[in-house]
């Protein structure tokens, strides 16, 4: 189009934001407390502001126009004027070029200076002072889109909860290396729609991939200034845009293909979202969308004095949900990415912050009930990490039904029992079986409980078993930064070490770990390479390290094929066998006309736990009886779900433990399926009779499956 545009039209208040409709682009932007509004329009550059245009028209506190001139590819930003008075909450500065809070695509990347700050750096009176520098030449510009794609006929996979396997990777770091990647595609959408990415991930048995952020986001003044980013990304600024990091064609229907290109081969496309607090950070921090467009209406401010931020996140700022047009754009928000970008569900950061109410945690907050009754996104997968950092935050287990939660007491037991930790077989048992203690009470299934032992957040699982203590020296913060309480064993040795009986014991809490994880009710997340063996060095915060430290290598030993054998073996016995992936709990009794119980709990000699044995605190060894038989569930068409009947035996003791198999009324023969202790997980010659002691290893796991008799 040409610059300047000479027709400015009233427009209309919806949609909110920039949107082309085939003839030219209404713009609208709310804003209660504004007295002026400006339009800015770059040339295509983005590096000349070619235009200012004022938006007269103003309805329901929502400032709008219509260009008929404008087309996509139109670079724009704001400028919004109004009283600066950090007191009262109120952090106008039309100096400062503003991101627009519906923008669909915003390209280039914050160029630091003090300019980006509303208020004079190293002033006496520090935010209390005002800065009239023009800051655009460092911003990003949004920029309109054509929405237009051809889906074709895209369906969701809509896998069900009990059959997911979700894969949580970032989208740069899984294919940087990956050598069949195409180097130009590498580290983008388009690389993680690529054939070599998506056969890994069929092989391994994944069906839903979780993606970290990838909202636009900002790499944070001090991370840029010590040589380092923010490769997490969990610092938004824009709620609608794919950030262009990950973009190879810079245009935003390769996210699309991407999700696309999924769907194809029937996996899901999860979203790891920040809606909790945006990137401007607390009353010292700069000015680049929602502090200048609206800071009262956007952000949560301290009740008796408004220049400071309620911070629930760690972050500096938490944004206002009770603010009815900010709740309304994280809706919106949640269902483009939806019903533009048709993605599968969303895994939801801080998700305690949501839920506020004022300043408790209420699992009926408005946010809820409109999630519930909505449509579109109550037909979509919703995970809460169920935590912030206010007071009464941590809440798993209280979230409403109908949402998966991620279970980090699954993480606890599971690796305090396998580092040898006595005493926990009765937590251990509630964690395998689907955390019924955090999620029966409320009607919900096993598998609202999301299992992990690791995540991006911390340890890899080869750096769990490698390390005692955090190594974070790379972070530039004095290894200070990133949890003390990892629950990790080196097994001997800090670190890398050529001894082979450590690294055959790593090897084998590798294997421990992850058949735990999946044999265990609920639902299964994996984190990126931990199949393969990766690791950070040590380093469990790895969030600005966009390097080799985070960036999945590709390029594998002996011991990480055997292992990514070993794992896709694993998840296939999961897909094969029902029993492992109920979507009710047990029942601990035998169904009508059965006289053998759905579950049973061993004791080493064989014989049944009883109540007070789960107290010992000197127990370390576990055995489980899964009735197939017994299920009582049904499939889609209502017909009875049966399955093979299986004993898993546990030992995370230093010794080996003869292990007596349980006698059932019916004579029976034990098959032996997978023991972690074999390298390949294989048993030779296991075949044992009912009655007969298996010989289970020193920090082993074992499977076996009833023989059916002829």
């Known amino acids: 189009m040409n610059l300047p545009v000479t027709a400015v039209w009233p427009g209309a208040p919806t949609p909110r934001g920039a949107t082309w409709d085939g003839e030219g682009v209404n713009f609208a932007l709310f804003s209660e407390h504004a007295e002026r509004v400006e339009l800015c329009l770059f040339d295509p550059s983005g590096r000349r502001e070619v235009q200012r245009i004022e938006l007269r028209e103003q309805t329901n506190l929502v400032w709008h126009c219509y260009l008929p001139e404008a087309r996509p590819g139109l670079l724009y930003g704001y400028r919004v004027h109004g009283p600066y008075d950090p007191a009262n909450g109120h952090r106008f500065n039309g100096n400062k070029l503003l991101i627009e809070p519906y923008a669909k695509d915003i390209v280039g990347q914050v160029r630091w200076s003090d300019a980006h700050f509303s208020y004079k750096i190293g002033h006496r009176t520090q935010d209390l002072s005002f800065d009239r520098r023009d800051n655009h030449a460092g911003m990003p510009k949004c920029r309109v889109i054509d929405p237009a794609f051809t889906w074709g006929d895209d369906k969701a996979p809509n896998i069900p909860w009990a059959d997911m396997v979700i894969y949580e990777t970032h989208v740069r770091g899984f294919t940087m290396k990956h050598p069949e990647v195409p180097p130009a595609l590498r580290g983008t959408y388009a690389g993680l729609a690529t054939a070599p990415v998506i056969d890994h991930l069929k092989r391994l048995g994944v069906t839903s991939i979780e993606l970290m952020p990838v909202h636009a986001f900002i790499n944070d003044r001090h991370l840029i200034e010590r040589g380092l980013t923010n490769y997490w990304g969990y610092n938004s600024i824009g709620f609608f845009a794919p950030d262009h990091r990950y973009s190879s064609s810079g245009v ?412 059932l009324p019916k004579a029976c023969e034990w098959q032996s399926v997978l023991d972690t202790h074999v390298a390949n997980g294989l048993q030779p010659d296991g075949v044992f009779q009912g009655g007969d002691a298996y010989p289970l290893e020193s920090r082993s796991l074992a499977l076996l499956m009833q023989r059916k008799q002829s």
């Not at 251990?428 to 957040?457: C, E, M, W």
């Not at 913060?477 to 690294?503: F, L, V």
């Not at 127990?619 to 009886?625: E, N, P």
Request: glycine share 8%.
């Open 252 to 663: 935003v229907s390769e996210f699309k293909t991407m999700v696309k290109t999924f769907h194809s081969h029937g996996m899901e496309v999860i979203l790891d979202v920040v809606y909790n607090h945006t990137a401007e950070g607390n009353q010292l921090g700069p000015t680049l969308s929602f502090r200048g467009v609206d800071n009262a209406s956007y952000y949560r401010l301290v009740g008796d004095n408004k220049r400071y931020y309620m911070d629930y996140t760690g972050c500096g700022n938490t944004l206002d949900l009770q603010q009815p047009r900010m709740l309304q754009l994280i809706m919106d928000s949640l269902r483009y990415w939806v019903l533009e970008m048709h993605v599968d569900g969303f895994r939801f950061d801080l998700a305690s912050a949501l839920a506020r109410e004022l300043h408790a945690v209420d699992k009926l907050g408005a946010f809820f009930d409109i999630l519930l009754q909505d449509p579109v996104l109550s037909q979509v997968k919703l995970i809460a990490e169920p935590w912030d950092l206010g007071e009464g935050g941590y809440q798993v287990g209280n979230f409403p039904a109908g949402w998966g939660e991620w279970n980090d007491h699954y993480r606890d037991t599971m690796r305090a029992h396998w580092k040898g930790e006595s005493g926990l077989i009765g937590d251990f048992a509630s964690r395998l079986t689907g955390s019924s203690d955090f999620y029966q009470h409320s009607g919900r299934k096993p598998y609202a409980s999301v299992n992990f032992i690791t995540a991006h957040d911390g340890f890899t699982l080869h750096d769990l078993v490698s390390y005692n203590g955090k190594h974070n020296d790379a972070n530039c913060e004095d290894n200070r930064d990133g949890t003390d309480n990892n629950n990790s064993w080196n097994c001997g040795a800090e670190g890398p070490t050529d001894d082979a009986g450590i690294n055959a014991l790593r090897a084998r809490q590798k294997r421990n770990m992850l058949a735990t994880l999946f044999f265990s009710q609920g639902v299964p997340m994996l984190l990126a390479g931990d199949e393969m063996g990766r690791t950070q060095g040590g380093n469990n915060n790895a969030y600005c390290q966009d390097n080799e430290t985070s960036w999945v290598n590709w390029e594998l030993s002996d011991a990480d094929r055997d292992f990514l054998a070993f794992v896709q073996r694993v998840i296939a016995l999961r897909r094969e066998h029902p029993v492992f992936r109920r979507r009710n709990f047990f029942h601990g009794s035998a169904p009508e006309g059965s006289l053998i119980k759905d579950i049973h709990w061993l004791k080493p000699d064989g014989n049944e736990m009883n109540d007070h044995e789960w107290a010992h605190s000197y127990a370390q060894c576990l055995g489980v009886y899964l009735s197939g038989e017994a299920m009582l569930e049904r499939d889609r068409r209502g017909r009875p779900v049966h399955d093979d009947n299986f004993v898993l035996l546990f030992n995370s003791h230093h010794e080996n433990i003869d292990f007596r198999l349980p006698v």
